[in-house]
């Protein structure tokens, strides 16, 4: 019984929490847009008995998927947000890298204290850190006042409003999933092996890229998913910090949802980026599973 | 541990003349430690030490855990630096020349095989990195595949294979580039005995072909004994002594090397010319103070029982054990009648010259003839390995013969030991070479024997 308890919870919760949620969304993906409300049609009738079921299901169609191929909009808002979303990885490998490096080779008694400070901001509210931002990109803000005091520049320099803005967005928002695995490949790491590579011939920089990055590679992988996968996804930074030409399939998915209140379209457009999420996301599984299996 | 250990060895280059550059005047060290000490913190792991070691020596270092053995060749290696002192290979000081620049590899205590590379990769590194060709480095990891007998396990990876296959990687690795200097700590202390002799034999073929120049530490002291060509025993990052097997074994200088290396009673007793030992049958009394055995003298450390531990004792354990000890571990002193009464052996075939050592009441002293006559006055300590103490039920006819009891018997297949206990409480080791059955063998616990050795037997250490 107990056993079975233990197996049920986590099949219980994919059921409530992702295969429910999904096949609301994709039922609503292939209804049609209607004057109502909840704003699509067909409805499931449980009254109209076997008759009304059969009814509803001949109503569903993939119009809406057909849709999205006319529209040019939707393919390049996917394949911005995907470059968007590699871009801001590739540069969230860069600065998280050598933070986690640096952390892992910090004396014993200060990695906690770090480690904490990676997690620090999350203690405050997501909004208002990327609010944050705003208030340091803009032409006035703080960081063109502080580069015009230095002399740095003369004319402000425009940052908000720009892709530059959302690619930092990302990386500072997503910097603690990318430090973390990779952290935690670091840290494990014996440095006698570091000590055997260079006993071998190594230098100290074919040392590390012959045995460190090869050793932090599980951690590497895992922090680029934890932050590819969302960042495809992300809607909040490109709105606030992007401008009028950042083009990305969540900006998109909220305006067809609320100003163009589209349901069935902006389902069709969040099945497939879903669809075009379960293979990184499987890699990543998969990842996780060989670094699990060479441990063990 | 046996002589057989001390088999000739042909490292020299002419077949008749011995191998020791350390007692040639001329010759130049490979390895010069002078004067180093490595302090981490406030702890000193090496205390100011300076010795040579020479090319194609077998260099081995032995000492407890923690005396400094993986100090000095981390130092060697380059990954230490001394916090005073020098370090020179070749004559070239290695001050500020980083680990791969020097022409030594280390095999590591905790093997530190890279775990994203298969053996055959592991054992390959060191050679990818001297840029040979992929034939070359193919050829030469078959070979150090074979010579390890890890060919099965090639593509495996470290962690799926055993403690001891992983150690013959680690040395695998260590061999494969063939340096100048090798540096093994603890190479082979994971593998079965018979690999272990197996391996050791190879690495002093290696030694032999390639002459490369070995450093290796081990716990194994039968292990030192077969392959090194001198033997340092360390103690809290001094060495102690430093000579080839035979010297230490037959001749250790201090008692703290002779208790270190094999099997040994130290008696400790007050040696006196041996000319006046024929006459006085009957030990003086103030000579005859009861010295207990320097085996026993941990004793003296031993935990003493407190107040309620005594009252503990007197109360409840007397009846059952008898009256408590004083001092647990120390032996206890002879009585008085026993003076008295147990026969004085004086030695027949007396020797001329020499010391007799007193060393307990209502024992004879202890004749040996391989000591220098004017340590006659001081305090000395008797080595005696347990192989050149026999026992025989009969009084032998030897230097020195002393009788006491059976009370335990420690079967080792080929040979056993017997520990004889005196009849002042000292505990004598013996040790007889099984030639019988175990039901055939006369000697058994309780049993009353005579242990006797030659005057020669004993090293005799000044305190
Ligand atoms: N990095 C370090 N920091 C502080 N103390 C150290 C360090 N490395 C070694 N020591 C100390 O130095 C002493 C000598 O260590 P070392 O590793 O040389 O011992 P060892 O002779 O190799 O012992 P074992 O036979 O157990 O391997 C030990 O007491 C150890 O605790
Ligand atoms: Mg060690």
């Not at chain 2, 070979?143 to 890890?150: F, G, S, Y």
């Not at chain 2, 094999?262 to 030990?283: F, N, R, Y």
């Not at chain 2, 007197?314 to 009464?341: F, H, I, Q, S």
């Not at chain 2, 040790?431 to 175990?438: G, K, S, Y």
Request: aromatic letters at 10%.
């Amino acid at each position: 019984m107990r056993r079975w308890v233990l197996i049920a919870l986590p099949y219980a919760w994919l059921l409530a929490l992702f295969l429910a949620p999904f096949i609301i969304v994709l039922k609503i993906s292939l209804s049609d847009i209607a004057l109502a409300r909840p704003p699509y049609m067909p409805q499931l009738d449980f009254g109209a008995g076997l008759a009304g079921l059969r009814e509803f299901f001949a109503a569903l169609d993939f119009e809406n998927f057909w849709f999205l191929t006319t529209d040019d909009l939707y393919w390049k808002a996917y394949l911005s947000s995907l470059q968007i979303a590699v871009v801001s990885t590739f540069l969230t490998l860069l600065v998280g890298y050598p933070i986690a490096y640096g952390m892992a080779r910090s004396a014993q008694e200060w990695r906690p204290t770090l480690l904490m400070l990676v997690i620090l901001p999350f203690w405050t509210s997501f909004l208002i850190r990327v609010y944050a931002w705003m208030g340091i990109l803009s032409t006035e803000g703080l960081l063109n006042q502080f580069l015009i005091g230095l002399g740095l520049v003369s004319d402000p320099l425009t940052i908000l409003n720009t892709n530059t803005a959302v690619y930092i967005g990302i990386v500072y928002t997503y910097l603690p999933f990318m430090i973390l695995p990779i952290y935690a490949a670091l840290e494990k790491m014996d440095e006698s092996l570091l000590e055997a590579a260079e006993d071998l011939g190594c230098s100290k920089f074919s040392a590390f890229w012959l045995v460190t990055i090869p050793l932090s590679r599980n951690g590497i992988i895992a922090g680029c998913f934890l932050v590819f996968i969302p960042a495809i996804g992300e809607f909040v930074i490109p709105s606030l910090l992007g401008g009028s030409d950042t083009l990305m399939i969540g900006k998109v998915l909220w305006e067809e949802f609320f100003s163009n209140r589209d349901w069935p379209v902006a389902s069709a457009v969040a099945v497939v980026l879903l669809l075009i999420l379960i293979v990184p996301i499987v890699l990543f599984q998969r990842n996780e599973q060989k670094a699990r299996e060479a441990e063990g | 541990m046996a002589e057989t250990a001390q088999k000739p060895k042909t490292k020299s280059t002419a077949p008749d003349q011995a191998f020791e550059p350390w007692e040639d005047p001329n010759a130049k060290p490979l390895i010069e430690f002078r004067g180093v000490t490595k302090r981490f913190g406030d702890f000193t792991a090496i205390d100011d030490l300076t010795q040579d070691i020479y090319e194609r020596e077998f260099f081995a270092l032995l000492g407890p855990s923690g005396c400094g053995k993986t100090t000095m060749m981390r130092m060697l290696a380059g990954f230490d630096m001394p916090t005073a002192g020098e370090i020179l290979i070749a004559g070239q000081d290695m001050a500020g020349i980083p680990p791969n620049k020097r022409p030594v590899n280390m095999m590591f205590q905790s093997y530190a095989l890279f775990p994203h590379l298969s053996i055959w990769d592991n054992i390959a590194f060191g050679l990818k990195r001297e840029g040979r060709g992929s034939d070359a480095i193919a050829e030469r990891v078959e070979e150090m595949l074979r010579l390890t007998r890890l060919e099965r396990f090639a593509r495996r990876k470290p962690h799926q294979i055993s403690g001891g296959q992983r150690q013959r990687v680690a040395l695998a690795r260590s061999l494969a580039k063939a340096p100048k200097l090798l540096l093994l700590d603890e190479p082979l202390g994971a593998l079965d005995k018979k690999l272990r002799q197996d391996t050791q034999f190879e690495l002093m073929d290696i030694q032999e072909k390639t002459g490369t120049t070995f450093v290796i530490v081990t716990h194994d002291q039968e292990e030192a004994m077969t392959v090194a060509s001198r033997v340092a025993v360390m103690d809290e990052g001094r060495i102690v002594q430093v000579a080839t097997p035979a010297v230490i074994y037959e001749a250790p200088a201090t008692t703290y090397v002779a208790d270190f290396i094999g099997d040994v009673t130290l008696i400790a007793g007050e040696a006196k010319a041996h000319e006046s030992v024929v006459e006085e049958v009957v030990p003086e009394p103030e000579v005859a103070a009861p010295e207990p055995l320097v085996a026993a003298a941990e004793g003296e450390r031993a935990p003493q029982p407190n107040a309620l531990g005594e009252w503990l004792h007197d109360r409840l354990l007397t009846r059952v054990l008898g009256p408590r000890k004083a001092a647990p571990k120390l032996l206890p002193a002879p009585e008085v009648a026993a003076v008295v009464e147990a026969p004085v052996a004086a030695p027949k075939a007396a020797p001329t010259e020499g010391l007799a050592i007193h060393w307990a009441a209502g024992q004879p002293p202890l004749v040996a003839a391989n000591a220098p006559p004017d340590w006659a006055g001081k305090r000395v300590t008797l080595a005696l390995r347990p192989e050149k103490v026999a026992i025989s039920k009969a009084r032998p006819e030897a230097a020195n013969a002393l009788q006491g009891k059976v009370i335990d018997i420690a079967y080792l297949g080929n040979i056993s030991t017997y520990h004889v206990e005196l009849a002042n409480g000292s505990m004598i080791k013996a040790q007889m070479a099984n030639t019988r059955r175990i039901s055939r063998r006369d000697i058994t616990w309780e049993d009353d024997v005579w242990v006797s050795f030659s005057d020669t037997a004993a090293a005799v250490l000044e305190e």
